[in-house]
T-cell receptor, first 112, second 114 residues
Framework: QKEVEQDPGPLSVPEGAIVSLNCTYS??????FMWYRQYSRKGPELLMY????GNKEDGRFTAQVDKSSKYISLFIRDSQPSDSATYLC????????????FGSGTRLQVQP | EPEVTQTPSHQVTQMGQEVILRCVPI?????FYWYRQILGQKVEFLVS????????KSEIFDDQFSVERPDGSNFTLKIRSTKLEDSAMYFC????????????FGEGSRLTVL
């Protein structure tokens, strides 16, 4: 079983739709959870960062962490064509290793 | 807004040559990292650096790789003798402190080994 699994997509939605992206993980030691957006041939851009379980909202973005199910989600409301990118989940443990473990990314296309 | 900057944006080299990739992390950050992404694959951790020494490295980071902070602002990744399989995007990242998981990435340096 991979440590972090993410559906690669592509996911195509019409402009204005609510998008749901998610990752599952197997290591219960993960405590920090992040979502990055990556445009083609660019660096990952940090979108959302949460520690442990719960929800966090920032503008059109909401991140959810369910540690009991080892499942994290990113919701994008009122999606725009400029949201078209690859979305990467990433996570790390609280102590010891500081390295991030990334999912493979989900490619999102928002159609105007 | 402060950002991580990387140079060069693209480097082409012959197999067996040495390559140095450079990064200027965000100025008040304390932790520095290198990650790489082979085309079409996941972003993979290489090494983390804190207080002028390597704090963690992956199995990818073998003896042909080294990192250095030669002055107060630059952070470099050296690949001693490049192989074809080193072709990838190399991302530098920095984070503010110990009790945060937030990493901020640069735009990347694309390395092509011929």
């Amino acid at each position: 079983q991979k440590e972090v699994e993410q559906d690669p997509g592509p996911l195509s939605v019409p402009e204005g739709a609510i998008v749901s992206l998610n990752c599952t993980y197997s290591n219960s030691a993960f405590q920090y959870f992040m979502w990055y957006r990556q445009y083609s041939r660019k660096g990952p851009e940090l979108l959302m960062y949460t520690y442990s379980s719960g929800n966090k909202e920032d503008g059109r973005f909401t991140a959810q962490v369910d540690k009991s199910s080892k499942y994290i989600s990113l919701f994008i409301r009122d999606s725009q064509p400029s949201d078209s990118a690859t979305y990467l989940c990433a996570m790390r443990k609280d102590t010891g290793r500081r390295a991030l473990t990334f999912g493979s990314g989900t490619r999102l296309q928002v159609q105007p | 807004e402060p950002e991580v900057t990387q140079t060069p944006s693209h480097q082409v080299t012959q197999m067996g040559q040495e390559v140095i990739l450079r990064c200027v992390p965000i100025s008040n950050h304390l932790y520095f990292y290198w990650y790489r992404q082979i085309l079409g694959q996941k972003v993979e951790f290489l090494v983390s650096f804190y207080n002028n020494e390597i704090s963690e490295k992956s199995e990818i980071f073998d003896d042909q790789f080294s990192v250095e902070r030669p002055d107060g602002s630059n952070f470099t990744l050296k690949i001693r003798s490049t192989k074809l399989e080193d072709s990838a995007m190399y991302f530098c990242a920095s984070s503010p402190g110990q009790n945060t998981g937030e990493l901020f990435f640069g735009e990347g340096s694309r390395l092509t080994v011929l």
